[in-house]
């Protein structure tokens, strides 16, 4: 299975954007980039995902590098609520419905 | 709509024993996977049902079991347990299987042996 790597812990400051970053050097076409969160004491939540082209939804933005060998999470105004472990995942044909937790990067927001 | 129900939320079991856990999906997804999380190890995949059919499976041993109905409601069931088993232990609802499909969890069931 392709590998994910990303750093373990960030911080940010309250109302300031954060950039996350996850590494995939070993992506292959059809795979598709996901990224899921855990706040305390909760299970994971979907947060976004995308293919080739950079993404925007509610909660996020997703940049994808053009050789897709890595991508970036982006929170444009992170909160207290946004302090979480964010989880970058690859999902592959065939084994699509299996998520593969890495070590994920622990946010942690600050006043 | 109504999330993913996980019960218990809470359970204390003793070595040897065995236990049942419950997860209602989301109304009309029909897949259900099953994830153990651990300080430890993180958060591994135990299995995956769509349609009450078993299509993935982590590697776990054959102690770890499940099923699912044709509600699409599922149980996961681990015998002879181990203090090792103390876990949260999460269920994940997807209306597929798909690559760009969204996975639904549940607050989990954390499980104490003891």
């Known amino acids: 299975d392709a590998k994910t790597t990303q750093p373990n812990s960030m911080e940010s400051n309250e109302e300031e954007p954060v950039h996350l970053p996850c590494n995939h050097s070993?992506?292959?076409?059809?795979?598709?980039i996901h990224w899921y969160r855990q706040l305390p004491s909760q299970g994971p939540e979907y947060v976004i995902h995308g293919l080739t082209s950079n993404v925007n939804n509610r909660m996020a933005s997703l940049a994808i590098a053009e050789d897709r060998k890595s991508s970036t999470l982006i929170l444009h105004r992170a909160t207290l609520r946004d302090a979480a472990v964010y989880y970058c995942i690859l999902r592959h044909t065939g084994t699509a419905s299996k998520l593969t937790f890495g070590t994920g990067t622990r946010l942690q927001v600050t006043l | 709509k109504a999330g993913v129900t996980q019960t218990p939320r809470y359970l204390i079991k003793t070595r040897g024993q065995q236990v049942t856990l419950s997860c209602s999906p989301i109304?009309?997804?029909?897949?259900v996977s099953w994830y153990q999380q651990t300080p430890g190890q993180g958060l591994q995949f135990l299995f995956e049902?769509?349609?009450?059919?078993?299509?993935n499976k982590g590697n776990f041993p054959g102690r770890f079991s499940g099923r699912q109905f044709s509600n699409s409601r599922s149980e996961m069931n681990v015998s002879t347990l181990e203090l090792g088993d103390s876990a949260l232990y999460l269920c994940?609802?997807?209306?597929?299987?798909?690559?760009?499909?969204?996975?639904?969890f549940g607050q989990g069931t954390r499980l104490t042996v003891v």
């Open positions: 109304s009309g997804h029909r897949s």
């Open positions: 049902y769509f349609s009450e059919t078993q299509r």
């Open positions: 070993t992506i292959s076409g059809t795979d598709y």
């Open positions: 994940a609802s997807s209306q597929g299987t798909g690559r760009d499909t969204e996975a639904f």
